[in-house]
């Protein structure tokens, strides 16, 4: 029955925003994680999603996490001589990740997070009174 | 036409296509966010006209072992590409208010379809019992 696999792609959008949501969530978590050389420095994560689509003609598919991406964006490089992470000439190095684009994601990540539970819910109601017909 | 697609009249079908156009639009909604994905959608009224002239058209069977036709072309009705209101810098095509509102609209329609079909057995029910 379709309405099932309705669930299903409801159910694949809350696996992709979730993942979506721990990402923002690690990078929010290590924004202000110092370190002492640029390797070492966390970089932010971001998934990629790809639209799944069903072997079945006509039929929609649904969403999963293709890969997740790490930034490119260089570390920031401060000077501050007393800090005891400072390496030999006094820098200290921060991961570049802006906290309001990562806010600004997050609520786009659970706007869509609640779409899909609405649409499950809603095929649900459609689901349990296509079994109560012809009571 | 057998007995049951007469007394139905569709609404089984209709019941199959709203199920389908359910899940369509359930996966343009779940793939708002997804890079170059194109949003989707039937042409209810051309998939229905399509399933009634299969239900009317259906071949004359010689035997009672034989299948009917109607029962192997339920495929899946065919997608069409929705036409973007405002599609993004990364070929998203998805304007969720309006898969939104389709979703809504579907489900209703499909309450709707489930009443029809509700009623007819009723009444298919109250003609066995003869009170």
């Given at each position: ?7 299903d ?11 979506r ?16 050389s ?7 994560r ?54 309001v ?35 | ?52 002239g ?11 072992r ?40 579907n ?25």
């Open positions: 029955m379709s309405l099932f696999a309705t669930m792609v409801a159910g694949m959008s809350l696996d992709a925003q979730s993942t949501l721990n990402t923002i969530a690690s990078n929010l978590a290590n924004a202000n994680v110092v370190k002492s640029e390797a070492e420095v966390y970089r932010a971001y998934p990629v999603f790809a639209a799944a689509m069903s072997a079945v003609r006509g039929e929609g598919g649904g969403v999963r996490v293709e890969r997740i991406l790490q930034s490119e964006l260089p570390a920031l490089r401060e000077f501050v001589p007393g800090h005891p992470l400072a390496d030999d000439e006094g820098y200290i190095y921060r991961p570049d990740i802006n906290q684009d990562e806010m600004a994601n997050m609520m786009a990540a659970s706007r869509s997070y609640q779409n899909s539970i609405q649409a499950m819910e809603t095929t649900k109601q459609l689901a349990l009174r296509t079994l109560t017909l012809g009571r | 036409m057998s007995f049951t697609d007469r007394i139905f009249d569709g609404s089984s079908q209709a019941l199959n296509l709203r199920a389908q156009r359910t899940q369509l639009l359930a996966t343009n909604i779940a793939n708002a966010d997804t890079p170059g994905f194109k949003a989707r959608d039937m042409d209810f009224g051309a998939a229905m006209r399509r399933e009634m299969a239900l009317a058209s259906d071949v004359r069977r010689t035997d009672g034989h299948l009917a036709l109607s029962s192997l072309r339920h495929g899946a009705a065919a997608a069409q590409y929705r036409q973007p209101l405002q599609p993004r810098a990364d070929g998203n095509t998805v304007d969720l208010q309006r898969e939104q509102v389709a979703f809504m609209d489900a209703i329609r499909y309450q709707a379809s489930l009443s029809f079909l509700d009623s007819r057995i009723k009444s298919v029910r109250n003609a066995l019992r003869g009170e």
